[in-house]
Nanobody, 127 residues
């Protein structure tokens, strides 16, 4: 059974850091493109970053230089390191997986392109 489980969310002050984890079961993370998405209250879901099967990293402009996506194949886990957090980063964060050819550089910030989703973990940035 394919499953993604996020954790690591919480309350943090502006300028602080959090690391989110996405533990994957039922498939190997390096055979999929894994993306992080977020949905703020009253807003549409948006893509944040994607790690392709090849290992390439792709970020939306609003998080470049602040967020880092990484993958631990031994733990079948994808991480999202979030630094210099801002109140506008407040949202529920989701990881998602898209089946691709192994080693592909494919990525997408469109949620409909992904096949599997986690349940989400909330992040609140506030003083």
């Amino acid at each position: 059974q394919l499953q993604l489980v996020e954790s690591g969310g919480g309350l943090v002050q502006p300028g602080g850091s959090l690391r989110l984890s996405c533990v994957v079961s039922g498939f190997f993370v390096d055979y999929y493109a894994i993306g992080w998405f977020r949905q703020a209250p009253g807003k549409e879901r948006e893509g944040v970053c994607v790690r392709s099967s090849s290992g390439s990293e792709n970020y939306v402009d609003s998080v470049k230089g602040r967020f880092t996506i990484s993958r631990d194949n031994a733990k079948n886990t994808v991480y999202l390191q979030m630094d210099s957090l801002k109140p506008e980063d407040t949202a529920v964060y989701y990881c998602a997986a898209a089946k691709v050819n192994y080693g592909s550089r494919w990525y997408s910030f469109i949620g409909g392109d992904y096949d599997y989703w986690g349940q989400g973990t909330p992040v609140t940035v506030s003083s």
